[in-house]
């Protein structure tokens, strides 16, 4: 089975930094791009940053540019998101994501480009 593990979730105050890890198992982890997608209550899955299977390419949304980083350790499996200056409308359920192997798609990744999610991990700014 593959499985994705979030954790690093939490609670912090407006300018503060947390960082989420993601440890994956189960797949050929270094062959396809990693994802964070974050959901706030009544509102749509966004996708948040992406980088590329072996780590050469990052994309982020607008809204997380500039204060969030996305990296991979492929010898651990893990991706990492740290997140610096966090702002209320950072709150939400943040999941990690991956798509197989492939033709590099070269763009944040979509939900539906997805094929393997974890459970996600809250984060809530105040």
């Known amino acids: 089975d593959v499985q994705l593990v979030e954790s690093g979730g939490g609670s912090a105050q407006t300018g503060g930094s947390l960082t989420l890890s993601c440890v994956a198992s189960?797949?050929?982890?270094?062959?396809?791009?990693m994802a964070w997608f974050r959901q706030a209550p009544q509102k749509e899955r966004e996708a948040v940053a992406t980088?590329?299977?072996?780590?050469?390419?990052?994309y982020y949304s607008d809204s997380v540019k500039g204060r969030f980083t996305i990296s991979r350790d492929d010898a651990k499996k893990a991706t990492y998101f740290q997140m610096n200056n966090l702002k209320p409308e950072d709150s939400a359920m943040y999941y990690c994501?991956?798509?197989?192997?492939?033709?590099?798609?070269?763009?944040?990744?979509?939900?539906?480009?997805?094929?393997?999610w974890g459970q996600g991990t809250q984060v809530t700014v105040s």
């Open positions: 994501a991956s798509r197989k192997g492939g033709n590099p798609l070269f763009r944040l990744l979509t939900p539906d480009d997805c094929d393997w």
């Open positions: 189960g797949y050929t982890y270094s062959a396809g791009p």
């Open positions: 980088i590329s299977g072996g780590g050469a390419r990052t």
